[in-house]
């Protein structure tokens, strides 16, 4: 392949932007201008799998490009009504479309970075000219590779995402959103060829992740999973409270009721993230004699909390600070060092708690 192209680099500028424009050139052909009425080689899968595989590239480098290649072919395949390795590559199989898939997964192994993010996928609009005749953008395989990820159209009224662009994406990054909550390290401009009224332009970041103790975070959403219980022996909260805690109960907490026809009973609430409901769900109805479940949203609302250790004559005992507006407002010793230490010690807990509060400076206890 190597005597099939040259790849071009050079900095150039789009509507004042200034950014690197790179051209595979393929020689004795046409360039890389995306007129894509002619006709190339046709590839299959197999053949593109064949040519990545005898290639000298890095092992991560050929599994991303030959996984973006099968996204393509998959697309391809559902569109055309084909099987995968039936679908011929048309300009997809061309030498620059693979210098461009290739291209990219090189970028990203040498990058070596932790997470990729990107923003909805602007697609475009208009019609585009290719092996099939006029189709309208997106293009049929650019939607079927986007399924799932954010899209808007219309910006232009031409193709702003191909089936190639669209496959780097999809095969690559890690989370579609627009928020940017991170701090921006370096800035890079890929230059495309098309004028348009917008800046063509593609713009990367190299960036750090915020850190995630935000408001969001301390307003954390959960939800109360809630059933009540006026028939069941009462041995038994003990071990399904256990079960519910390893299933990843947030709190359980037992409230006795008085139920219709004047009967005692238990409301059982559990306080539990999104991602555990289906588990705790699982536990209350397979363990309790339950057959129904009350679930609402709760909003918590949360001072930011650390932990810090403090020495008595006793032992070492973690406490748990709380912040309000930045200011430590809450300290608590943990019970269980508490415990621990008062049986230790042969001494009443009392006391271990009040060796703690005196060293706990500026902060009464009880609060
Ligand atoms: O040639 C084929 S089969 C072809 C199919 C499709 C479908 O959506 S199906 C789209 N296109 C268009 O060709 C160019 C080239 O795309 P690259 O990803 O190779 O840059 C683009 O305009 C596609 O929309 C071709
Ligand atoms: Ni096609």
């Known amino acids: 392949m190597d005597s099939e192209y040259e790849i071009r680099i050079r900095r150039e500028n789009k509507k004042g932007i200034e950014g690197t424009k790179v051209d595979v050139i393929l020689k004795n052909k046409h360039d890389h201008s995306h007129d894509h009425t002619h006709s190339h080689t046709h590839r299959n899968l197999k053949d593109i799998e064949d040519i990545i595989n005898s290639s000298s590239l890095n092992e991560n480098v050929k599994k991303l490009s030959i996984d973006m290649f099968i996204k393509i072919a998959q697309a391809e395949a559902k569109v055309h009504g084909k099987s995968l390795y039936e679908v011929h590559f048309h300009e997809v199989g061309a030498v620059d479309s693979i210098v461009d898939i290739v291209g990219a997964a090189i970028c990203i192994d040498y990058l070596k970075v932790d997470k990729i993010m990107a923003s909805h996928v602007q697609v475009g609009g208009g019609f585009v000219n290719c092996a099939h005749g006029l189709?309208?953008?997106?293009?049929?395989?650019?939607?079927?590779i986007l399924k799932g990820i954010p899209i808007k159209s219309g910006l232009v009224p031409f193709e702003t995402t191909t089936p190639t662009g669209a496959a780097i994406l999809a095969v690559n990054v890690d989370e579609f959103t627009d928020e940017m909550n991170f701090t921006i390290e370096k800035i890079?401009?890929?230059i495309g060829s098309r004028d348009l009224k917008i800046p063509n332009v593609l713009r990367v970041y190299i960036a750090r992740e915020n850190e995630k103790k935000t408001e969001y975070d301390l307003h954390n959403k959960q939800y109360i999973l809630e059933t009540n219980i006026d028939d069941m022996n009462p041995e038994i909260y003990s071990y399904i409270e256990k079960k519910l805690f390893d299933?990843?109960?947030?709190?359980?907490f037992r409230t006795p009721i008085i139920m219709k026809?004047?009967?005692?009973?238990?409301?059982?609430?559990?306080?539990?993230n999104e991602k555990d409901i289906k588990a705790i769900q699982e536990?209350?109805?397979?363990?309790t004699t339950s057959i129904g479940i009350r679930k609402y949203e709760v909003e918590k609302i949360m001072l930011e909390r650390d932990f810090s250790k403090v020495s008595t004559n006793y032992g070492e005992v973690t406490v748990k600070n709380s912040y309000y507006k930045g200011e430590r407002i809450k300290s608590k010793p943990e019970y269980e060092d508490c415990r621990r230490l008062a049986e230790e010690n042969n001494v009443p807990i009392g006391e271990i708690y009040r060796e703690v509060y005196k060293k706990i400076e500026g902060v009464s206890n009880d609060k």
């Not at 299933?247 to 359980?252: M, T």
């Open 261 to 272: 026809k004047g009967r005692m009973a238990v409301k059982l609430s559990v306080l539990v």
């Open 135 to 144: 189709i309208p953008v997106p293009a049929p395989a650019t939607v079927e």
């Open 283 to 287: 536990v209350i109805f397979r363990e």
């Open 247 to 252: 299933k990843g109960a947030l709190d359980v």
């Open 188 to 190: 890079g401009y890929g």
